[in-house]
């Protein structure tokens, strides 16, 4: 079975933190870098966050400094520790392997993250 629930956003004021959490499927998990994207309205879905199967992450320029991705392997979970939220960090957030088609490849259901200025 392949599944991604994404979890954790919310509404909150501009520099907030927020914890997002990822559970995905073992077919998509396993052995897999993953990755946090973001899509704003009008725009295009974009990777902020990634993190290898060996736990080398990796941040985009506009993110770095104020989020973390981490990963647990126990539970097939991926994390997003965003803090200094700004309003243009607001977007649906969804998590899924690095790599995949924006357009064919499988995606969950995302979780809204609102940052209010």
């Known amino acids: 079975q392949v599944q991604l629930v994404e979890s954790g956003g919310g509404l909150v004021q501009a520099g907030g933190s927020l914890r997002l959490s990822c559970a995905a499927s073992?077919?998509?998990?396993?052995?897999?870098?993953m990755g946090w994207y973001r899509q704003a309205p009008g725009k295009q879905r974009e990777l902020v966050a990634w993190i290898t199967t060996g736990g080398r992450t990796n941040l985009a320029d506009s993110v770095k400094g104020r989020f973390t991705i981490s990963r647990d392997n126990a539970k097939n979970t991926v994390y997003l520790q965003m803090n200094s939220l700004k309003p243009e960090d607001t977007a649906v957030y969804y998590c899924?392997?690095?790599?995949?088609?924006?357009?064919?490849?499988?995606w969950g259901q995302g979780t809204q993250v609102t940052v209010s200025s």
């Open positions: 073992g077919r998509i998990y396993s052995g897999n870098d």
């Open positions: 899924n392997r690095v790599g995949v088609s924006p357009r064919y490849g499988y």
